[in-house]
T-cell receptor, first 112, second 113 residues
Framework: DAGITQSPRHKVTETGTPVTLRCHQT?????MYWYRQDPGHGLRLIHY???????DKGEVSDGYSVSRSKTEDFLLTLESATSSQTSVYFC???????????FGQGTRLTVV | DQQVKQNSPSLSVQEGRISILNCDYT??????FLWYKKYPAEGPTFLIS?????DKNEDGRFTVFLNKSAKHLSLHIVPSQPGDSAVYFC????????????FGEGTQLTVNP
């Protein structure tokens, strides 16, 4: 267990509502990532952070924003949820010198 | 464009035999490759990795081979066990900001008793 907690683990929301997913780490790792997993696409990077208040876009960032005000927390916000954002979302963390990233348990989000 | 591809969505093998999972990539700037294993309702867990300066890395029953000229890597599991049944993701790390990982689509491995 790499000390990553995602919340909530499951959420159902309506189209057009804002949603925030939280990733919390206890490892003090510098890098944090948000991925989504969809059948046939594997894991695709949404946004990542390389330090407090330092974030950048990944390959599927449209419709998502992130914030990192503390080392331990990385928030993913869907400004106005759409059905295409129904997915399983994974947070990952990586230490600056490490080669591997460690993943959380995931959040299953359903937009109806 | 898909920079990391796993062309086999599924693979089925008998217990005790070898499982070979394949992965192709297009970006020659990738410098590190990893395999992750994922069980249902869990997050991916790191399995084994290889640097681009090597051609083989072994860890117990798991061996990863890298063929840079072909831009191809493979994961060998010998002998395969029913507990190895999972989705396996190939990932590659580039020299970009954040050293983020690019993943393939995944291969569902089923090991039959």
């Amino acid at each position: 267990d790499a000390g990553i907690t995602q919340s909530p683990r499951h959420k159902v929301t309506e189209t057009g509502t804002p949603v925030t997913l939280r990733c919390h780490q206890t490892e003090n790792h510098r890098y944090m990532y948000w991925y989504r997993q969809d059948p046939g696409h594997g894991l695709r990077l949404i946004h990542y952070s390389y330090g407090v208040k330092d974030t950048d876009k990944g390959e599927v960032s449209d419709g998502y924003s992130v914030s990192r005000s503390k080392t331990e927390d990385f928030l993913l916000t869907l400004e106005s949820a759409t059905s295409s954002q129904t997915s399983v979302y994974f947070c990952a963390i990586r230490d600056r010198t490490a080669q591997t990233a460690f993943f959380g348990q995931g959040t299953r989000l359903t937009v109806v | 464009d898909q920079q990391v591809k796993q062309n086999s969505p599924s693979l089925s093998v008998q217990e005790g035999r070898i499982s070979i999972l394949n992965c192709d990539y297009t970006n020659s700037m990738f410098d590190y490759f990893l395999w992750y294993k994922k069980y249902p309702a869990e997050g991916p867990t790191f399995l084994i990795s290889i640097s681009s300066i090597k051609d083989k890395n072994e860890d117990g029953r798991f061996t990863v081979f890298l063929n840079k000229s072909a831009k191809h890597l493979s994961l060998h599991i010998v002998p395969s066990q029913p507990g190895d049944s999972a989705v396996y993701f190939c990932a590659a790390r580039g020299e970009t900001s954040g050293s983020r990982l690019t993943f393939g689509e995944g291969t569902q491995l089923t090991v039959n008793p």
